[in-house]
């Protein structure tokens, strides 16, 4: 009955706007979606791979997004988890080329998932800048571990070469020195299922409204019955195999695993990426990403000082879109049905 409450509770604070807001939401992400999935049909192939590049950052942007968003957790070594998984799924396919490509997934979100669970343990039973910097000491410790242990990460060298020529999908079904449309389409075939099944369990669940009860109000929440610890655990876990899944492909779609990869500026990186697109909405991040390769590219083209143009672009969106372009273009429509309304009346 508390927990029935609770979820009451908790969809009474988003407001009476639920349904109609949902209903955007909705229409939003199956725009996005389908944007995504037939943007190789019209785009050159330089930029297919750069979107192959987006989409997996802004998976691992929307996996940094389920702390921040939904637990008000901020982790500043999220990096750990999605390393990891590119060093154990390139790992695996050098030893095991021959299994299906979703086993090869599976196993490598799973362990990342355990991984998450026994640091979660640790995490999650701090909170602000107590949580902040022990993330980040996690993630100082598996940058160190990439780079010294040269036998297995190859250290700064990487891991590459373990790319089959032949990637296997099904026992009798398997992609014959793929493109990179192919691939693209690929790594979306796993991307969005993932990414949509977190997006469902999130905002259309109970569990949902008691991931955001404990974020709002974690002492009324424990009041009426939850588990606050377990509720933020078992959301860290999630954060953190949807890092494996974004990890897992990232080392697909590049066919190369580095100290990049789990390095502290790219858990900078997707903090950028996540506020740049929206943190507000859940596929905001996805948005970001795309945003944030497409600008880095130009950029950089244009100058080696690209860092700093786009750090005062990154300012600028702070200071007048505090809730990033997605909340941007969600305030200009509302003023748009509102001067309308008003035309009418």
């Known amino acids: 009955m508390s927990q ?17 807001a949902k209903r955007a939401e909705t229409a939003a992400t199956v725009l996005l979606l389908a944007l995504l999935i037939v943007a190789p049909t019209f785009v050159s192939r330089s930029t297919v791979n750069d979107l192959g590049q987006a989409v997996c950052l802004g998976l691992f942007a929307i996996s940094f997004n389920l702390l921040f ?37 599976v196993g490598t979100v799973l362990s990342t998932a355990i ?39 190859g250290g700064t060298d990487g891991l590459d070469s373990f790319m089959p020529q032949n990637l296997l999908l099904l026992p009798r079904w398997s992609l014959d020195n793929p493109g990179t449309a192919q691939t693209y389409w690929l790594i979306l075939a796993i991307l969005i299922p993932a990414a949509l099944a977190a997006w469902a369990l999130l905002e259309w669940t109970p569990w949902g ?24 655990l078992a959301n860290f876990v999630l954060s953190a195999a949807l890092a494996g899944v974004a990890g897992a492909l990232w080392a697909i779609d590049n066919g190369f ?33 795309v945003i944030y390769i497409a600008v880095s590219d130009r950029l950089s083209a244009l100058t080696p000082h690209w860092q700093i143009f786009l750090g005062l672009a990154f300012v600028g969106i702070v200071l007048f ?11 200009i429509w509302q003023r748009v049905l509102t001067r309308r309304g008003r035309q009418n009346v």
């Not at 955001?212 to 929440?221: D, I, L, P, T």
């Not at 990869?261 to 740049?276: P, Q």
Request: hydrophobic share 50%.
């Open 321 to 331: 879109a505090p809730r990033g372009l997605a909340g941007l273009v969600q305030s």
């Open 4 to 20: 029935t409450l609770l979820a009451r509770t908790t969809a009474a604070d988003r407001g009476p706007r639920l349904s109609s």
């Open 257 to 289: 695993v580095s100290t990049d990869s789990v390095d502290l500026s790219f858990s900078t990186t997707v903090i950028i990426v996540a506020l740049l697109g929206g943190s507000g909405w859940f596929w905001g991040p996805m948005v970001g990403a």
């Open 209 to 232: 409204n008691a991931v955001v009860a404990v974020r709002s109000n974690e002492k009324r929440a424990a009041f009426l019955g939850y588990d606050t610890h377990g509720v933020k």
């Open 69 to 105: 968003k939904y637990s008000g957790l901020l982790s500043f070594g999220h990096a750990a988890f999605f390393g990891f998984a590119a060093y154990a799924e390139a790992l695996l396919l050098q030893s095991w080329p021959g299994l299906p490509l979703p086993l090869l997934v």
């Open 115 to 153: 991984l998450g669970l026994l640091l979660g343990q640790v995490c999650v039973r701090r909170s602000g800048a107590y949580f902040s910097m022990t993330t980040l000491t996690i993630g100082a410790f598996f940058y160190a571990v990439a780079f010294k242990w040269q036998g297995v990460t």
